[in-house]
C-alpha cells in the first residue's frame, strides 16, 4: 500500500432516540438487535480495504453514543486491526448530551476515542425545545464535564443559529455557555428547513436572511475574541484544533464511508450507501456518484476553508493547468465585489461577508474554469 495517502474513515450510525424536527440526516429507532446487526455488517464491509492507511476516524449520526460503549470499543478495535491507523490518528466520537454519563466517556475514551464532538445547538431552554432537543443546558454541561473527566481534551461543540426569534442577546448567551465551559473547538450552522422534516410540515421559516446574517457575523466576531479562529464556514478553532477528519473533505482528499447514508471518495470515484438500513444489511451495493477530484471540485472545497485556494496546491495537484485555472478563478474575483475575497497573486480566499453569499460567489468564481 506505500505510495497511498492515508484516509480518513467514516463510519454512519444512523440510530435515534427519536427524531428532531429539523433533521434531514439518515435516522430511525431500531433495537438493540438492529444495532448489533448493523455494527457487524460495518466490520464485514471494511475488510474489503484491509491495510490501508488512515490518519482519522469519525463516527458520526445519527446518534453514535446508542450503540453503547462496548459496541464502539468493539468497532474501533476492528478498525485497528484492518486498517494501518496513524499513531497520532483523530478518533471522533459524536455524542448526545443524553444518555452518557463519566463510566461511558471513560469507556470510549480507554478504546481510543480522542475527540468527541456533542450537539449542545443552544444554552437558551426555549430554544432547545423548539429544536426539539432532549437535553437541558445543565445536561449539557454536565455531560461535557464527565467527558473531560473521563479523558477527553479534544471537544467540540455544535450550536445552530437562525432559529426563528433568535436575537443576538439569546444567541451570545449560547456562546458565552459555550465558552465557559472551553471546548476546543465549535461548529455554528444555520437552520435550514428541509423539505420532508417536521418543521416543514410546520410551515416554520428560519430568521430572515439579513438578520441571520448578522448573527452570523457577530459569532465570528465574538468567537475571535474568545480565541477561536475561523478556519472554515462553519466551524471555528483554537490554535492546532482544527477538525483534521473535515479537513479530507474540505482539501478533496479522499476518504471511506461506512454504513447506510455513508459517502466515500476513493481511486478517484465518489459513491455512497443508499438511506436504507435493510438494504446495507443486506449487502445492496454502493451507489455510483462519479469521479471526484476535478479542479472544479477542488476549488470548491478549498474556498470554504479560510486558508482559501492556494496557487501552489493548484500546482501541485493539476500541475501547470492547475496554476492557469487558479489564475482564471483570480480574473473572475476581480469582477466580484472586493469586500467577498481576499486575494494575492497566490491565495485567493473568503472573508465572513463571502461565505454569507458563498453558492452565489462560488459560481462566479468557478466560471468557466
Ligand atoms: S439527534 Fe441528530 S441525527 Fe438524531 S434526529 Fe436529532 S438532529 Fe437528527
Known amino acids: 500500500m506505500s505510495g497511498q495517502k492515508p484516509l ?10 427519536g427524531k428532531c424536527p429539523y433533521c434531514d440526516f439518515y435516522s430511525l429507532r431500531g433495537d438493540e438487535a438492529i444495532r448489533a446487526r448493523y455494527a457487524a455488517k460495518i466490520m464485514t464491509e471494511m475488510e474489503r480495504y484491509a491495510g490501508l492507511p488512515v490518519d482519522t476516524v469519525y463516527f458520526g449520526g445519527g446518534t453514535p453514543n446508542l450503540l453503547g460503549a462496548e459496541t464502539l470499543g468493539a468497532l474501533l478495535a476492528h478498525i485497528f486491526a484492518t486498517f494501518s491507523v496513524a499513531e497520532d490518528a483523530e478518533i471522533t466520537l459524536e455524542a448526545n448530551p443524553t444518555r452518557v454519563d463519566g463510566a461511558f466517556f471513560a469507556a470510549v475514551r480507554k478504546a481510543g476515542f480522542n475527540r468527541l464532538s456533542m450537539g449542545v445547538q443552544s444554552a437558551d431552554p426555549k430554544e432547545l425545545a423548539f429544536l426539539g432537543r432532549e437535553h437541558s443546558p445543565v445536561q449539557a454541561a454536565r455531560a461535557f464535564s ?3 473527566v473521563g479523558g477527553f481534551d479534544n471537544i ?11 436575537t443576538w442577546e439569546t444567541l451570545a448567551r449560547s456562546v458565552d455557555f459555550c465558552a465557559r465551559l472551553g471546548p476546543e473547538h465549535l461548529s455554528a450552522y444555520l437552520l435550514k428547513v428541509e423539505p420532508g422534516t417536521a418543521f416543514a410540515q410546520r410551515g416554520v421559516e428560519p430568521l430572515d436572511s439579513d438578520a441571520a446574517a448578522e448573527l452570523y457575523l457577530l459569532l465570528t466576531e465574538r468567537l475571535e475574541q474568545l480565541g477561536y479562529r475561523q478556519y472554515e464556514i462553519s466551524n471555528y478553532a483554537q490554535p492546532g484544533r482544527a477538525g483534521r477528519h473535515n479537513l479530507h473533505y474540505w482539501r478533496d ?26 438494504g446495507f444489511l443486506r449487502g445492496a451495493p454502493p451507489v455510483s456518484d462519479g469521479t471526484g477530484g476535478d479542479f472544479a471540485e477542488f476549488a470548491l472545497l478549498n474556498l470554504r476553508l479560510t486558508r482559501g485556494l492556494r496557487r501552489a496546491d493548484c500546482r501541485e495537484r493539476y500541475g501547470a493547468a492547475g496554476e492557469h485555472a487558479f489564475a482564471r478563478v483570480l480574473q ?25 453569499v458563498s453558492n452565489a ?6 466560471d468557466n474554469v
Open 253 to 278: 482528499e479522499e476518504y471511506l464511508g461506512f454504513g447506510s447514508a455513508a459517502h466515500s471518495f476513493y481511486q478517484g470515484r465518489r459513491f455512497h450507501c443508499p438511506r436504507d438500513l435493510d
Open 156 to 166: 467540540s461543540l455544535d450550536l445552530m443559529l437562525a432559529l426563528p426569534g433568535q
Open 8 to 17: 480518513g474513515l467514516y463510519v454512519h450510525v444512523p440510530f435515534c432516540a
Open 146 to 148: 464527565d467527558a473531560r
Open 332 to 356: 473572475n474575483a476581480q469582477k466580484c465585489p472586493p469586500a467577498l475575497y481576499r486575494a494575492d497573486g497566490e491565495q485567493l480566499s473568503l472573508t465572513p461577508e463571502g461565505f454569507l
Open 361 to 366: 460567489l462560488l459560481v462566479r468564481l468557478l
